[in-house]
């Protein structure tokens, strides 16, 4: 064989390598959502990645291991995109508005995400807190948004007195609740919270609520 077709042939298998490793991610992304960390079994992640226990275990070693990664996965996906919202041109509230949207449409589009932080936090965030690429990226969006809420204060647009984390924990579970709890939620008030116009007018909402807050002076009395 010639050293073209090694490399060629190398090249292959790496490539069908890392498409088993990402079949057997996505298995365990729906496995672990269904069946919660406790229920889930490698045997069914194997089957939904029409692969074998062997090569799972070959990819990530065990079931802890599996649900490890597709924590890192969820929340890989979450911060790079969110690190990717183009900000640049926009007014402090444009930015603002911009994070909303962004992180409306990434709960809303990605359900698996809920899930697995719903799971994680059930069992106390027993596998998260050793994961420091998570850690380290949620500092990365503080930063961002701590950007935007100077920049506002220095145009005289927005109040002196915001912390960042505080504000995204705000944001955060204003838009997660309607995506986490929409069917409890749909029932217990009858009303349909997938509904395209009531889902356009909630967006809104979250929005005027959180400029409304920036906009308005801090009061010490």
């Avoid at 045997?43 to 990645?49: C, L, N, S, Y």
């Avoid at 359900?111 to 050793?130: D, K, M, S």
């Avoid at 204003?174 to 889902?199: A, C």
């Amino acid at each position: 064989m010639t050293q073209t077709k090694t490399r060629s042939v190398q090249k292959r298998r790496l490539r069908d390598a890392e498409a088993t490793r990402n079949r057997v991610l996505q298995a365990a992304i729906d496995e672990f959502c269904e069946y919660g960390f406790d229920g889930a079994r490698t045997e069914r992640i194997a089957r939904r990645a029409a692969t074998n226990i062997r090569m799972l275990y070959h990819y990530f070693g065990s079931k802890e291991k599996i649900y490890r990664a597709c924590l890192e996965k969820v929340y890989e996906d979450l911060r790079t995109k969110e690190e990717g919202i183009q900000l640049a041109g926009l007014t402090p509230d444009q930015a603002i508005e911009a994070l909303v949207d962004f992180t409306f449409d990434h709960l809303r589009e990605h359900p698996e995400f809920i899930r697995l932080v719903g799971i994680e936090n059930i069992n106390q965030g027993a596998c998260i807190q050793n994961i420091l690429s998570i850690k380290s990226r949620g500092r990365l969006l503080l930063d961002k948004l701590h950007e935007i809420l100077i920049e506002g204060e220095r145009q005289g647009i927005f109040r002196q007195d915001v912390d960042p984390f505080h504000f995204y924990m705000t944001l955060f579970s204003m838009i997660h609740l309607h995506h986490s709890n929409q069917y409890t939620l749909s029932i217990t008030f009858s009303r349909n919270l997938n509904d395209p116009s009531w889902v356009a007018e909630r967006r809104q909402h979250v929005k005027d609520v959180l400029l409304a807050y920036l906009h308005h002076p801090h009061s010490n009395a």
